[in-house]
């Protein structure tokens, strides 16, 4: 079987649609065999049922909510029972609850956090300690170039994707002699069900300041996912690649 990933195992997070979706079918076309993992286990489901193109056995798909303990370490537990390794793991479950500091409760920060940086967390200890056993293994956390330049209505969604670069790094320090990579993803403006949630004034404002004039697609986040988790980027960990268009340079 030919592919970046070939005969690797590998996990996406929140990958029930939109861009995790996008990241488990190019690492599945790239020859990985994927763990589909969404809170909505139904949409996960299907997801993989999409993505196997017949070949059930190379796909699992699984009901997860990163924010739980048990429930993050039994993601890891599974697949490594179905696949017989862990090679791959993408943290790229999230959420936004945008709104002003006036109007923001400590429940919708606490909420952001808990999924986006505790989730990610907690992803890559679990990983981290199968693959430090292994000698070898790639985690791509997908942070945000919110967490880069601070988006007025995101002060919960900016701090948690600016932690995931300061968890990203600390990680890969530790990791790296054992073999294992970590590195990052920070999407600009991609066109999901998270961005059609903004209002369409706010989202044509945001695509006319991209050099690119364009929203990327969850494909185009995908591409730079697959690049981190394979060998193409072998002597790459610690790093965070821009997915944006050309936008904050
Ligand atoms: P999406 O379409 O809303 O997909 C996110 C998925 O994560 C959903 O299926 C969601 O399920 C799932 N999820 C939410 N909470 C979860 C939990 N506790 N445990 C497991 N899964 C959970 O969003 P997206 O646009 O594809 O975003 C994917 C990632 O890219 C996120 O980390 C996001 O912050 C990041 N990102 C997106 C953009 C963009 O412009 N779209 C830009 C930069 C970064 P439910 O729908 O059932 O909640």
Not at 62 to 67: I, K, M, P, Q, W
Not at 95 to 112: G, P
Not at 187 to 209: H, S, W, Y
Request: glycine letters at 12%.
């Amino acid at each position: 079987m030919g592919g970046l990933v070939a005969g690797r195992s590998a996990i996406v997070t929140g990958s029930g649609q939109g861009i995790g979706l996008e990241i488990a079918r190019l690492l599945h076309e790239h020859g990985a065999r994927v763990t589909v993992a969404d809170v909505d286990a139904g949409r996960a489901a299907k997801a993989a049922a999409e993505i196997s193109g017949g070949d059930a056995d190379s796909v699992l798909a699984l009901g997860c909510d990163v924010t739980e303990e048990t429930s993050v370490d039994d993601m890891v537990r599974q697949t490594v029972e179905r696949f017989g390794a862990l090679d791959i793991l993408v943290n790229n479950a999230g959420i936004t609850r945008d709104a002003s500091l006036r109007k923001m409760s400590a429940a919708d920060f606490d909420a952001v956090i808990g999924v986006h940086l505790r989730g990610t967390w907690l992803g890559v200890r679990a990983a981290a300690a199968v693959m430090r056993e292994a000698g070898r293994g790639t985690i791509v956390n997908i942070s945000s170039l919110s967490g880069k330049s601070g988006n007025p209505g995101q002060t919960n969604y900016s701090a948690a994707k600016a932690g995931i670069v300061g968890l990203t790094k600390a990680a890969a320090k530790e990791l790296a002699h054992r073999g294992v990579r970590v590195n990052a993803v920070q999407p600009g403006l991609i066109r999901t069900a998270m961005t059609e949630a903004m209002p369409a004034e706010v989202f044509a404002a945001r695509e006319a300041d991209i050099p690119m004039r364009r929203a990327g697609l969850p494909r185009e986040v995908a591409g730079a996912v697959v690049f981190l988790a394979s060998e193409l980027s072998s002597y790459m960990t610690g790093a965070v690649l821009e997915v944006g268009g050309g936008r904050l340079m």
